[in-house]
């Protein structure tokens, strides 16, 4: 399979791609284009950003074809040993998983707009560059064959293969054991470089010492740092994509350990669902959803150890790294979708809502329920087995059992190991924990208590939060963003949009802040008057006795046993 891309005005953002078919045989040919790209669960419908279709035979004379869904087109060929399709894509999003050209870089993520052809998959890609700058560098995971040219194995390597194309690019080396890994800087960042790639490799050596080796020759960093905010990695099989803003911050440290922590669970995905992957998506259907309800795997056992593996090998503190997961345990609690749905629900569902935040209180995040749930899993096996395995033991096996035997896992494959592992049935942690409700904050204090921590709760910082159980936002115009079930909020009648207009006569406008009008009320009865699609309703809002939103912070204990010391120590340094 040959590729060829050019573009003519960087400013329309029409990258043209066309793709060569040799030794066709066959009356018909089917081409594809991917309908979502792995990392991101949903359908991403790439086709919509498809011009200017067109296909030439042998004689380089077009031949007819006909769409036969929203991503594949049928093309007729009797006759036709050599087939060329051409179209143009719109590349004009950033972000880290898209296609994205101007006149200061070519950024393609090959599934967005790379069409195949499904009968071949297998075979070789070849992917050429016509009239890139001569000034231009490729950034990116594949093989060079020289100059502008590449090559992929096959059409799924072209697939996880982003790249950037640019004469801005920063580029800078280092070795980890037997791997080179790259650092590929798009755009302006304030870092300091040094210490950035001493943390890399610490993180790294960490991870590589818990799998036997990192498991790639080459590993590229491939980061965009944009002016504005934003937070964005994507997984590649030697490599990833990360987006970062603002670029000007990166040289303080809240931003900084942000970075790492992106930068940690995207290398830990190397091997979490890269390579130890869901026997749902084994191989990759890149035509249509690939269901699992496994995200708890590998997103929330990611999320966990990208954190963790910064505790580790010493790149953060413990005071960080608690902040962090303080963080994840509040977003826990200010998400009612965790009395509603599963994590193995809501991982099923990311087709349908996993990357919105959806209708009220329906669903809950892979990414934090399953950190959690991945955090007790880890202190169980460690209590269960004297002490002798942990979730590290776990990963391994499914990393040696199966990635490494060509071949994905399933839920069953993964309690079993546990089991083993544990000794003893663990049927009550996934009926809790991976396919019940509600049963996280019963659970998490005492794991936190094994290893000398606690959970601390206060009240939340704003009466109408405590008080009357619900969110705000907006800084002259409040808007309602959450309401807690059977608030006084909720019983009174407000809903998430409702727009604050007055509350006992006194106007929400101006340099009326909402937060100092209701601490005026000092939480009594409070007659509202809100907005609701543009039209006035009155609800009074009648405090209880229970505290609604409480703040909560996960520390370490002033004065844990020698146990609890003990097990910390064992956790903490691994
Ligand atoms: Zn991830």
Not at 25 to 51: M, T
Not at 351 to 373: F, Q
Not at 386 to 397: A, E, G, I, K, P
Not at 554 to 572: G, S
Request: proline share 4%.
């Amino acid at each position: 399979m040959k590729y060829t891309i050019s573009y003519q005005k960087p400013h329309r953002h029409l990258i043209d791609i066309s793709l060569q078919v040799e030794e066709h045989s066959g009356d018909i040919l089917i081409v594809q284009l991917p309908a979502w790209r792995p990392g991101r669960y949903e359908l991403g419908n790439f086709a919509k950003n498809i011009q200017k279709f067109s296909v030439a035979g042998t004689d380089g004379k077009p031949l007819s074809y006909r769409k036969v869904s929203k991503d594949s087109w049928e093309i007729d060929t009797p006759g036709q040993s050599e087939v060329t399709v051409s179209y143009s894509y719109y590349g004009a999003v950033l972000d880290a998983g898209s296609t994205f050209m101007d006149e200061s870089m070519l950024y393609m993520n090959p599934v967005n707009c790379c069409m195949f052809v499904p009968s071949r998959i297998n075979e070789t890609c070849e992917i050429r560059f016509e009239n890139l700058p001569q000034d231009y560098t490729i950034a990116c995971g594949m093989k060079k064959t020289s100059g502008h040219v590449m090559e992929a194995e096959n059409f799924h390597e072209l697939a996880d293969s982003p790249l950037i194309a640019s004469n801005t690019l920063v580029h800078r080396t280092f070795d980890v054991e037997d791997t080179e890994i790259h650092i590929w800087i798009q755009g302006s960042v304030s870092i300091q470089m040094e210490k950035f790639i001493e943390d890399i490799r610490k993180y790294s050596i960490a991870q590589s010492l818990s799998f036997g080796g990192i498991p790639c020759e080459e590993y590229h960093y491939l980061f965009h740092f944009a002016p504005y905010k934003a937070h964005h990695g994507v997984e590649h099989h030697n490599s990833t994509v990360i987006l970062m803003g603002p670029g000007s911050e990166f040289s303080h440290p809240e931003p900084y350990n942000e970075l790492l922590a992106i930068s940690s669970h995207e290398f830990y995905h190397l091997w979490n669902v890269k390579r130890i992957r869901p026997a749902d998506m084994w191989p990759y259907d890149y035509t249509r959803e690939n269901y699992s309800s496994l995200g708890y795997i590998y997103e929330g056992v990611t999320t966990y150890y990208g954190d963790y593996y910064l505790l580790r090998s010493g790149v953060i503190t413990d005071e960080d790294y608690f902040d962090e997961f303080s963080r994840d345990v509040q977003k826990h609690f200010d998400n009612f979708g965790r009395y509603h749905y599963s994590v193995a629900q809501s991982s099923f569902d990311t087709w349908l809502d996993g990357y919105v935040p959806g209708i009220p209180n329906r669903k809950v995040s892979i990414y934090t329920e399953g950190m959690l749930a991945a955090f007790i899993l880890d202190v169980w096996l460690m209590r269960d087995s004297n002490q002798q395995y942990s979730l590290d033991d776990v990963m391994l096996r499914l990393y040696r059992d199966f990635a490494l035997k060509g071949k994905g896992y399933t839920e069953a494959d993964y309690k079993n190991i546990i089991e083993s592992l544990a000794g003893t049935s663990y049927s009550g942690y996934f009926e809790d924990f991976i396919h019940g409700r509600g049963k996280v904050e019963t659970e998490l204090p005492a794991a936190l208590d094994f290893i000398g921590c606690e959970l601390i709760k206060e009240d939340a910082r704003y009466v109408f939060e405590h008080e009357y159980g619900f969110k705000l936002q907006g800084n002259s115009k409040y808007v309602v963003t959450s309401v807690v079930p059977d608030s006084p909020a909720d019983r009174a009648g407000l809903a998430k949009d409702d727009e604050l207009i007055s509350a006992n006569l006194v106007e929400f406008h101006g340099s009326n802040s909402a937060a100092e009008i209701f601490e005026d009320f000092g939480g009594g009865v409070v007659n509202l008057v809100v907005s609701s699609s543009n039209r006035l309703r009155e609800v009074i809002l009648t405090p209880c006795s229970v505290k609604y939103y409480p703040l909560y912070r996960v520390k370490r204990k002033a004065t844990p046993t020698d146990e609890q010391l003990h097990n910390f120590n064992l956790w903490r340094s691994r």
